[in-house]
């Protein structure tokens, strides 16, 4: 819950607020790095949930509260209903008790921002092909893609663009190139 986002994310920031409608995130990280890199929290699906909220083990209630700042091994978080056991809100396998609510109601949020984009593009970041859910999501959108992995960077499908490398670096390179043709353009 600690780390600190690294500069790709301000990258993203900044594109995003130089388009008319933003961005949208969808990300299967849980440790809320986009919100702590300045992201609108209503710009955001957690598809699998997050590390900062809290719900009760046995899902006796649909509540989802904060986490606890701290977390103490000898008191562990209770449920305010039941006072079980609590846990974090985000999803483990094979998990009928992870409450979903928060994250569809993420998803309806991110339904309705799509209709207004013209032109959307989609930028795939770090998705992995052992848990394929982010990438498969970002196809089923028929938007241009482009998919930026350090190995798995391939694609079959149409009006995509493969680049290999990490987040960082990959992001860095598109920055420079941008500012570099907006300073063509002013050059003209
Ligand atoms: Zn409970």
């Not at 440790?31 to 598809?47: K, L, M, S, W």
């Not at 992870?98 to 795939?124: D, F, G, K, Y």
Request: charged letters at 20%.
């Amino acid at each position: 819950r600690d780390t600190i986002p690294h500069a790709g994310y301000e990258l993203l920031l900044k594109w995003a607020r130089a388009k008319h409608h933003g961005a949208f995130v969808y990300t299967s990280n849980v440790d809320g790095q986009f919100q702590a890199a300045g992201f609108d929290e209503a710009r955001i699906v957690e598809c699998h949930g997050s590390i900062h909220r809290f719900q009760c083990a046995r899902a006796c209630t649909p509540a989802i509260w904060a986490a606890p700042p701290s977390i103490v091994p000898a008191r562990p978080p209770r449920c305010p209903r039941c006072g079980g056991r609590a846990r974090p809100n985000f999803l483990l396998f094979s998990d009928p008790a992870w409450i979903v609510a928060r994250t569809n109601s993420q998803r309806l949020r991110m339904e309705v921002w799509r209709m207004a984009p013209i032109r959307p593009v989609v930028i795939e970041i770090g998705a992995g092909i052992a848990l394929p859910g982010v990438r498969m999501f970002a196809e089923s959108l028929r938007l241009p893609l482009v998919r930026i992995n350090t190995h798995d960077s391939d694609s079959s499908s149409a009006n995509f663009l493969s680049l290999h490398g990490t987040a960082l670096d990959v992001l860095r390179r598109i920055d420079d190139s941008l500012i570099a043709q907006v300073a063509t353009t002013y050059v003209r």
